[in-house]
């Protein structure tokens, strides 16, 4: 996103706000160069991807989608809209640096959760319920069990 001013690439984003239904994201951006600030409407782009749920049926990637199920999870945390849309940004590069255009909705589950853990834990354990898709109570505990000896190990 160049800056409209001095056309300098290097800008921040200060603020983003998601607009209601396709019509994608406003950004408040700052010039690292120039300093002056403007707005940016972006539209949002969905990456060409093939996700292959549990049950064997594939669903075309849908960002707002995997957006709202992280937001649901981070519902009334303390996680800013912004750390939720580059902790989206990050993992769709790494999904378009992979060689194949399918990935397992687990997946992408646990590369969300990897990240979630850095953000908020009852957020993780949300999203961990809903996205993994547990067979039953038991194995939820035991994945809970597994990501506790995950995180006071270190
Ligand atoms: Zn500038």
């Known amino acids: 996103m160049n800056c409209p001013y ?5 800008t921040s984003v200060l603020e983003s706000r998601g607009l209601p239904e396709e019509a994608g994201i406003r950004r408040r951006r700052e010039c690292k160069k120039c300093g002056k600030r403007f707005t940016t409407h972006e ?10 749920k549990k049950s064997g049926r594939v669903e075309q ?5 995997l ?15 912004d750390d939720m849309e580059n902790l989206v940004d990050d993992i769709e590069t790494r ?3 992979r060689k194949t255009i399918e990935i397992k909705s687990s997946d992408i ?3 969300v959760l990897s990240r979630l ?20 109570a038991k194995e939820f ?11 006071t190990s270190h």
């Open 6 to 10: 001095c056309t300098n690439e290097d």
């Open 43 to 52: 539209k949002v782009v969905n990456i060409d991807l093939k996700v292959i």
């Open 61 to 65: 990637y849908d960002r707002e989608k």
């Open 67 to 81: 957006l709202k199920g992280i937001k649901k999870a981070c519902y009334k945390r303390k996680v800013e809209e």
């Open 95 to 97: 999904l378009l640096n």
């Open 109 to 111: 589950g646990k590369m």
């Open 117 to 136: 853990l850095k953000l908020d834990d009852l957020a993780y354990m949300r999203f961990a319920s809903v996205y993994l898709d547990f067979a039953d």
């Open 141 to 151: 505990q035991e994945f809970v069990a597994g990501s506790k000896r995950l995180t």
